[in-house]
């Protein structure tokens, strides 16, 4: 089974500081792992990807994530935060193969990232 | 925007009701998931159907189904509601059976669902 655990439902950073949003995962195959956003009123949307290629993952709005395995860690960074990156964060595990069927992609519970100015 | 569409946008109703919840996929796009967001549970996998069939289900009740018609929308049924019903319900579509490399699901902006 795969599970991913947030540290952190709650973060706020100010303007221009370093975001941080912490990602572990648990999964018994090896995982694809994901980071989306869920901007207020809106749906999620994919931030960046991990599939088992570069460890080092770069997405959209200067977001990147590095795959740990030795830590199972996922965790997210920007290295300057902006007033617009105020929303909530979920990280996501699938198992890289099918496992009885179709893949399920499993959340974790998600972080709300605060920027304050 | 999207392209994935969910009416109606928000719903109010009461308990023992049974609403109807519609998912309108991206153009092309074969597979569509069913989440429930709620503050308690977080997002929960319900329901994946690919082409028309059922493909996996997760936390889904029994008083909960869905389906997905030959022009590839789909709608979930939810009957005999109850207060712990109301959430936010999200539709997601995919191009092909399994995401895999692509990792990307399309989501709407949700239904959401209010009981009383």
């Known amino acids: 089974a795969q599970s991913v655990t947030q540290l952190g439902s709650h973060v706020s950073v100010s303007e221009g500081a370093l975001v941080l949003l912490r990602c572990n995962y648990s999964s018994s195959v090896p995982p694809y792992l994901f980071w989306y956003v869920q901007y207020p009123n809106q749906g999620l949307q994919l931030l960046l990807k991990?599939?088992?290629?570069?460890?080092l993952v770069k997405g959209i709005n200067g977001f990147e994530a590095e795959f740990k395995k030795s830590e199972t860690s996922f965790h997210l960074t920007k290295p300057s935060a902006h007033m617009s990156d105020a929303a909530e964060y979920f990280c996501a595990v699938s198992p890289q193969r099918k496992l009885q069927g179709a893949q399920k992609l499993v959340f974790g519970q998600g972080t709300r990232l605060t920027i304050n100015p | 925007d999207s392209g994935v569409t969910q009416t109606p946008k928000h719903l109010i109703t009461a308990t023992g009701q049974r609403v109807t919840l519609r998912c309108s996929p991206r153009s092309g796009d074969l597979s569509v998931y069913w989440y429930q967001q709620s503050l308690d549970q977080g997002l929960q996998f319900l329901i994946h159907?690919?082409?028309?069939?059922?493909?996996a289900k997760g936390n889904i009740l029994e008083r909960f189904s869905a389906q997905q018609f030959p022009d590839l929308h789909s709608e979930l049924n939810l009957s005999s509601l109850e207060l712990g019903d109301s959430a936010l319900y999200f539709c997601?579509?995919?191009?092909?059976?399994?995401?895999?490399?692509?990792?990307?699901?399309?989501f709407g902006e949700g239904s959401r669902l209010t009981v009383l």
């Open positions: 159907y690919y082409n028309g069939e059922e493909r």
């Open positions: 991990y599939t088992s290629a570069a460890t």
């Open positions: 997601a579509s995919s191009v092909g059976y399994s995401w895999g490399k692509t990792g990307e699901l399309f």
